[in-house]
């Protein structure tokens, strides 16, 4: 309701909100919670311990606590308040990011033969038990006055919740400690109070947090000093809980002792309050299970195992005669069961290939699954018909593409670990070392020539949120489709546009791409100019390139009033709505128009279409086009990001290109995705004459038994033989296909022969496939 109001009630709604803003005043409704109770999987529904309270809070609450928590957050990041090693509710972190920090510390300790301890604290009812007071002493200490304290403070003060099973409700329970639960506000608020325990460890331990999931480490040759060290970082976490109100839970707590020695040597003993951490072989973080060898040989069947358990779903929507499409079934295996195979691929990739096979058979298993495929049929026809990719490949794309993410965020923690001279020394010399995450995917991209590629960085926080730049965009041609509409009309429009704008001087910009180059063109006052961009460059930034370089000119220009022309909707929409997307060339072009219009510049921007005969466009398009000056800039994430697809992709075809006896080879020697038959018992049997195993030519390897042979030719019964060579049916070719010997590709290529079922229903091979 309040996404469709008026613009009228949104100015209402939003004096209400100055008001509650300014005269300190919080709606009695506002402090008011219904709670919903979901039971945990798994978990007894007697005990009220194995609820996961769900609570329900005011929608205009949200709304205004979105406001206050975007431009709190803006000044947190800023002001550099957050831990960076705080990964929770974070743009641009994910726990991808513990787990790299992890992994790597434990592969350097292997390298140097030094043991690593790691402790994984439990934080009893984290958020529950926030200090609210705490809160606050942090947002003062950080020099946060005014109205954000006071509003924040009353957003604290008496929380109120009832409990509703069903239509019933309970008698209102009051909060006293903790942040709200189901707040937007709360989140930013927790993590800014509980990431300062970090800055008491001591400085010889490291330590991360994602949320309240909390790991320290320490190595050393020496097991004493990694104690005595381990044991003074705990004492001071438990000091500065007890300051702000927390209980670390020794119970819940482990220890892990990482090491690959294999002489006799003691574990580490650490108490929390006389009490001994367990000291564990192996231990879940963060949806990883680190076993103290790393070998990830846990985590994998693990995996694996959970992953079979939702091959069922699969199944049951899968039967091969009223089954759901392949498209949906393929739709549900990648978010139900893929995403789980792809979740901290990034550190138990660097597992040894033995163990990574264990999830191949899970792969394959729903492959098979999705499209019906005899359970015969070759693995690589499986990943072509399917559209998927090797999970070894998929592995690398998206080790790849996180790797780039990293290079984007200038202050990221993972983006700061380079292995020091003398420990790549190491590496070197003992190559049964798995080196970690960055210098895995290094090798990489040096086999495929990108890692000397430069990415733009990305500011999630260029602009405040009070003050974000907002360009003058005129569509003159918003009523006319460019595909009816003749180009003489569009000329006509222009012109009289610009006779409306005449005391505007225009600019026209153009992008233009190839298979093989990317250009730009800005044309002023009929003078084209061109630069030639990296041929990774895509579309949009081609576009705003131009956009860029133009409002660089008009800032050497006398003149101060200039209309930029683009045939490029998407790179407009880009500058209209910067907190939309994260393309790092618009905020520079937005800054760069900020101090552009601080000058007294006033420039619009103009959509116009192309091709049209519109001359300054058409300028603007060849000069793209014909580009020859080299401009180097770095590249968005998002443009390498489809690059590193497409180069797996190529990686891909060329392993498929290997499969010479592959039957599926003939018919689709690309990798492209080809359409669905929408029945599904019609789907299964074209697909498994494609890959060239059915049930009738190949069900011998199954059961023992001699392969099938053909009494008129005296050869093995094969598909292709059946369906193109066979004299036997020559008569029932020349009646459906008008010829004895059809190509096999006109039977059952991208673009089946209408009348192939009913031929094979002729001769009675149709019920056998």
């Not at 506002?30 to 311990?49: D, Q």
């Not at 009353?154 to 189901?182: D, M």
Request: overall charge positive.
């Amino acid at each position: 309701m309040l996404r469709h109001l008026d613009a009228n009630s949104l100015l209402h709604l939003l004096r209400l909100f100055n008001r509650i803003w300014s005269e300190h005043s919080f709606p009695a409704q506002w402090y008011e919670a219904v709670v919903v109770p979901i039971l945990k999987p798994g978990k007894i529904p007697t005990n009220a311990l194995n609820y996961r309270p769900i609570a329900l809070t005011s929608c205009l609450c949200k709304t205004f606590e979105r406001m206050v928590n975007a431009r709190l957050l803006y000044e947190l990041e800023k002001r550099d308040c957050i831990s960076p090693f705080q990964g929770g509710f974070r743009r641009g972190r994910s726990p991808i990011d513990n787990l790299v920090l992890l992994e790597s510390q434990i592969r350097n300790a292997f390298v140097r033969r030094n043991h690593l301890v790691s402790l994984f604290f439990d934080i009893e009812k984290a958020y529950d038990r926030t200090w609210r007071y705490g809160i606050l002493r942090a947002l003062f200490d950080f020099d946060f006055k005014g109205n954000l304290p006071v509003f924040i403070q009353n957003f604290l003060t008496t929380r109120i919740f009832r409990v509703r099973i069903g239509s019933t409700f309970s008698h209102p329970f009051i909060q006293h400690e903790g942040v709200p639960q189901g707040s937007v506000l709360s989140v930013t608020l927790f993590i800014l109070h509980l990431s300062q325990m970090l800055h008491v460890l001591p400085s010889s331990v490291s330590g991360t947090l994602y949320v309240d999931d909390l790991q320290i480490s320490c190595q050393g040759s020496n097991m004493n000093l990694i104690e005595r060290q381990l044991q003074r970082a705990v004492n001071k976490l438990l000091a500065w809980c007890d300051q702000n109100g927390h209980t670390i839970s020794p119970e819940k707590s482990r220890c892990v002792h990482f090491c690959r020695k294999r002489s006799l040597h003691p574990d580490p003993v650490i108490q929390i309050r006389d009490t001994n951490i367990p000291v564990v072989e192996e231990l879940r973080f963060l949806g990883v299970t680190f076993d103290r060898k790393l070998t990830f040989l846990p985590h994998v069947l693990n995996l694996r195992k959970r992953c079979e358990k939702s091959l069922n779903i699969l199944k049951v929507l899968s039967t091969t005669t009223w089954g759901a499409d392949r498209p949906s079934l393929l739709r549900i295996y990648q978010s139900v069961i893929l995403s789980r195979i792809d979740s901290g691929c990034e550190v138990y990739g660097s597992a040894r290939s033995s163990v990574l096979r264990h999830l191949d058979t899970v792969h394959h298993s729903a492959l098979r699954i999705c499209s019906g495929a005899f359970r015969t049929s070759p693995v690589h026809s499986l990943y072509v018909v399917c559209h998927q990719l090797p999970l070894y490949l998929r592995r690398k794309k998206l080790c790849a593409q996180y790797f780039f993410r990293l290079q984007s965020y200038f202050n990221h923690p993972v983006r700061r670990l380079n292995i020091p001279l003398g420990l790549g020394r190491l590496y070197n010399a003992r190559p049964s070392n798995i080196p970690p995450f960055c210098v895995r995917i290094k090798s990489f991209l040096v086999d495929s020539n990108i890692l000397t590629v430069q990415i733009h960085p990305t500011s999630v926080f260029t602009f405040p949120p009070w003050d974000v730049p907002r360009i003058s965009y005129l569509n003159p041609f918003l009523m006319y489709d460019k595909s009816t509409t003749a180009p003489i009309v569009f000329q006509q429009i222009f012109l009289y546009h610009r006779h409306q704008y005449n005391t505007y001087i225009p600019i026209f910009t153009d992008g233009s791409k190839t298979t093989t180059r990317v250009g730009c063109g800005v044309v002023i006052a009929d003078v084209p100019s061109s630069f030639q961009l990296n041929a990774l460059c895509s579309v949009l930034t081609a576009e705003l390139t131009a956009i860029f370089l133009a409002l660089e000119r008009i800032s050497d220009l006398l003149e101060h009033k200039f209309c930029i022309y683009s045939d490029s909707k998407s790179a407009l929409e880009a500058l209209s709505h910067p907190q939309n997307g994260t393309h790092p060339l618009a905020l520079d072009i937005l800054c760069l128009l900020q101090s552009l219009q601080a000058r007294d510049f006033q420039i619009l921007f103009c959509w116009l279409p192309g091709h049209v005969g519109i001359q300054g466009n058409e300028l603007a398009d060849a000069a793209a086009k014909t580009a020859t000056t080299s401009w180097q800039q770095p590249l968005p994430y998002a443009d390498i990001k489809k690059f590193i697809s497409h180069h797996v992709h190529n990686l891909w075809q060329v392993s498929w290109d290997l499969q010479i006896s592959n039957k599926l080879h003939s018919l689709k020697p690309r990798i492209t995705l080809w359409p669905a038959l929408p029945v599904r018992e019609l789907d299964v049997r074209m697909t498994r004459l494609r890959i060239g195993h059915t049930r009738f030519t190949h069900k011998y390897l199954l059961f023992g038994e001699r392969v099938p042979r053909c009494n008129t030719c005296h050869v093995d019964f094969t598909v292709i033989h059946i369906l193109t060579e066979c004299p036997l049916f020559n008569h029932h070719r020349l009646n459906f296909f008008k010829t004895s010997s059809p190509d096999i590709c006109d039977l059952v290529g991208e673009r089946p022969h209408p009348n192939i079922f009913i031929f094979l229903k002729i001769i009675a091979f149709y019920h056998f496939i």
